[in-house]
């Protein structure tokens, strides 16, 4: 049989971090406001930095000023998308499509471009619908009386 080694006395052993070392930097902070002011969403964000998309969630959690620096970088990138938009109406050309653009935000920016329809199945005597679905989609014209909501509050 083994015998035990008695413990060691005097300071605890440091623990090790588990995983890779992260690569964050607080000067990113800067580099993503800056992008998303071009319009970049998280992914091309990510891509600019060199890291994944989870590093950029996981920083949002462990660093603060990351957590504000990209919540004003999406801010910033649905302004500058609004204001293609905005460029598109005033000035339309062939190659601004309104019913794509509507797709775009409708996916970019979802809490603020998307149409909430609600759907009942009904059928029970007491009239409670059986089963209630959501249905979220933006038509060419209503993205394009979205832009020009957009274009008169400017």
């Known amino acids: 049989m083994a015998s035990k080694k008695p413990a060691k ?3 605890p052993a440091a623990k090790r971090a588990v995983g890779r070392p992260t690569s964050y930097d607080p000067a ?3 580099t993503v406001v800056k992008l998303g002011q071009q319009g970049y969403g998280k992914a091309e964000i990510a891509e600019a930095l060199g890291v994944s998309r989870q ?3 996981n920083w949002m959690e462990t660093h603060e000023e990351f957590f504000d620096a990209l919540t004003r970088a ?3 990138s649905q302004a500058w998308w609004e204001g293609q938009a905005r460029s598109g109406i005033r000035c339309p050309t062939a190659s601004f499509n309104a019913a794509l653009f509507g797709k775009v935000m409708a996916a970019r920016f979802p809490h603020e ?3 909430q329809k609600d ?3 009904g059928g029970q005597k007491d009239g409670v619908p059986i089963q209630t679905e959501s249905k979220v989609e933006l038509s ?3 993205a ?3 832009a020009l909501e957009v274009s008169a509050n400017v």
Do not use: D
Request: proline share 4%; charged share 40%; hydrophobic share 30%.
């Open 74 to 76: 999406m801010s910033a």
């Open 28 to 30: 990113f902070c800067e």
């Open 55 to 57: 590093s950029l969630e």
């Open 119 to 121: 759907v009942n199945v």
């Open 113 to 115: 471009w998307r149409e």
């Open 144 to 146: 394009y009386k979205r």
């Open 140 to 142: 060419p014209e209503e």
């Open 9 to 11: 006395k005097g300071k």
